[in-house]
């Protein structure tokens, strides 16, 4: 569809540039990393230098590129893995935009240009124990006590946990849910890895625990009033993740293309020359190809401040299930060798069944955007 004709020459650079750096850098090391359950941390500060980290965000030793500059450089990564994807999504996403959005002049001076570099690793700290899609359910408790907040609760799922050197940490305090950075090592933060999983193995996922953790004042985010400010933070992962997932869809594409046109059956004829084979290709690359076209839209309006929730949500929803199923197809196009760890695919299909539940599931997008075509908030 000449959809790089859409895309300016920085974009094209920019996409070239994280392209190169996944092939070189990613692809090498994350089929080890992921049968040994560990995130690649080598590549942390390889990322900083690459200005991958709070790229769209302005000043503060931040790249400062548009927001379809930073998604090609999510869709280039989500290439290589999810887990890598979520590392720069956290980071940039949920640790860097709340800290430059609602932060003081002192929290951004402090942490935007070491977490910019990857010097310093932040977290995300909402999704509890009992409250995933129903944030506002949270129990964790945040109390004034002179000059000091004093923070009690559990958040868990919390990816970069035990890694992270600051947390953005969400507790209800003064009858408001509001934003606070803990740092690691503050008395009574502890944290603690989730062992056992079958997908995202190159990625850290942890639970926090805060028991009478006390920070001072100073570490509340200011702006960070109200749940509405956490949700936004979301919004901005989201996004990301809306192109993460094309270049998911097209690694398991691509390779099942090239594994098709290789593998010879019957009548040593590649299995690509069969309809059946075609139809699947062809589902796949216009199902890629329309991702793409939604994805760069939302870009755009994003770029002019005309993007909403809705439409992130119809972006997140939309392209994780088709890169869910160009994983499935691709696997089955693959046959006993798709279930291979020298082949991507499963890899991808179960990194993609947690981008489906993550910042979001299929369902709470889907009451998204029904509100917004009917007016009716259906959550409850």
Excluded at 18 to 32: D, L, M, Y
Excluded at 206 to 235: D, F, M, Q, W, Y
Excluded at 261 to 279: C, G, N, T, Y
Excluded at 305 to 321: F, I, T
Aim: aromatic share 8%; proline share 4%; hydrophobic share 40%.
């Amino acid at each position: 569809m000449h959809i790089d004709s859409l895309f300016t020459e920085e974009e094209l650079l920019v996409r070239q540039t994280a392209r190169e750096f996944v092939e070189e850098h990613v692809k090498p090391v994350i089929r080890e990393c992921w049968n040994e359950g560990r995130f690649p941390d080598e590549i942390i500060p390889l990322m900083g230098e690459m200005g991958f980290f709070g790229a769209n965000l302005e000043g503060y030793g931040c790249a400062g590129m548009s927001n379809v500059d930073y998604g090609l450089i999510m869709q280039e990564i989500e290439r290589g893995d999810s887990g890598v994807r979520s590392f720069i999504s956290v980071q940039s996403a949920l640790v860097m935009f709340p800290i430059h959005a609602y932060g003081s002049e002192e929290q951004k001076q402090k942490w935007l240009p070491k977490l910019a570099t990857g010097e310093a690793i932040g977290c995300f700290g909402l999704t509890e124990p009992d409250f995933g899609s129903n944030p506002g359910g949270m129990r964790a408790t945040a109390r004034l006590e002179g000059d000091e907040w004093v923070l009690n609760g559990e958040k868990t799922w919390i990816t970069n946990g035990s890694i992270a050197d600051v947390a953005v940490v969400w507790a209800r305090g003064e009858g408001r849910v509001r934003g606070f950075l803990v740092e690691k090592g503050t008395p009574g933060y502890t944290t603690s890895d989730i062992h056992g999983k079958l997908s995202m193995r190159a990625s850290v996922t942890s639970s926090l625990s805060l028991n009478e953790c006390r920070i001072p004042v100073a570490n509340a985010l200011p702006g960070a009033v109200g749940l509405k400010t956490a949700l936004s933070c979301l919004t901005q992962a989201r996004y990301g993740i809306g192109w993460g997932v094309i270049g998911a869809a097209m690694e398991c594409y691509e390779t099942a293309r090239q594994y098709s046109l290789d593998r010879k059956q019957f009548d040593d004829k590649p299995i690509a020359s069969h309809q059946l084979v075609q139809e699947k290709l062809a589902w796949m690359i216009t199902e890629i190809t329309k991702a793409q076209l939604l994805a760069l839209h939302v870009g755009r309006l994003k770029d002019q401040g005309k993007a909403d929730p809705a439409h992130v949500s119809m972006l997140k929803r939309n392209n994780v299930a088709i890169a869910l199923e160009c994983a499935r197809i691709s696997r089955d196009l693959l046959g006993a060798n798709g279930i291979m760890d020298e082949y991507p695919l499963m890899r991808h299909m179960a990194n993609l069944e947690t981008v489906k539940t993550y910042e979001g599931t299929d369902h709470i997008h889907a009451l998204i955007i029904g509100e917004r075509v009917t007016g009716i908030p259906a959550y409850r």
